[in-house]
């Protein structure tokens, strides 16, 4: 099996911490197959799947010089939901506030992507921290009850600094080695 790789934010500190607290107080109300490890919790900017050795590197390259046009900035978590059909959802995620320099940065990310001669995605952007996988159930995922359950005590914020290049390593826990780091501006 090829390696597949994607460019992501980790999600770091008390955010990380927050999410692993909810899991912990709250998953025995959601039965996901699969629960994501405290590790693999990030924000894909660009899925890139198979890359060539050569492309990783002109890549790594040109990332390294579209993010030094960025200074850090925070996410703050702010909602819970799915994607797929509420009797049996694909994936659970928390939801992000979308500050423009976390959209104009993966719109940036995504075109030195292409630049560079990558295909990827061209679905509209939407970043979120998948949380589970996997509805194992036979009743229907409530998304009030989520949300209830996702008071302020866990809406935590970070200072996003730095993105990874990430390989997937599929049956291990965790799943994503982050391969390469490049690094924000620091607001100073």
Not at 2 to 29: D, R, T, Y
Not at 47 to 56: I, M, N, P, Y
Not at 97 to 125: S, W
Not at 169 to 187: A, D, V
């Amino acid at each position: 099996m090829k390696a597949h790789f994607f460019l992501a934010i980790p999600v770091l500190g008390s955010a990380n911490q927050s999410l692993v607290n909810w899991k912990e107080e709250h998953s025995s109300h959601f039965p996901f197959q699969k629960w994501i490890h405290p590790q693999d919790l990030h924000i894909t900017l660009v899925f890139l799947g198979h890359v060539e050795k050569a492309q990783l590197i002109a890549l790594g390259e040109q990332i390294d010089k579209t993010i030094k046009n960025y200074h850090s900035f925070t996410i703050t978590l702010n909602e819970l939901n799915t994607f797929g059909d509420l009797n049996r959802p694909r994936i659970f995620w928390a939801g992000v506030e979308k500050p423009e320099q976390l959209m104009k940065l993966q719109m940036d990310i995504a075109q030195t992507c292409v630049n560079v001669g990558l295909d990827i995605e061209k679905r509209p952007y939407r970043p979120h921290i998948t949380l589970a996988r996997r509805w194992k159930a036979n009743g229907m995922y409530t998304p009030a009850l989520a949300n209830e359950l996702f008071t302020a005590e866990y809406q935590r914020s970070w200072e996003v600094e730095k993105i990874h290049l990430y390989q997937s390593h599929p049956g291990k826990s965790p799943m994503y080695e982050p391969i390469q780091t490049f690094f924000l501006s620091t607001n100073v």
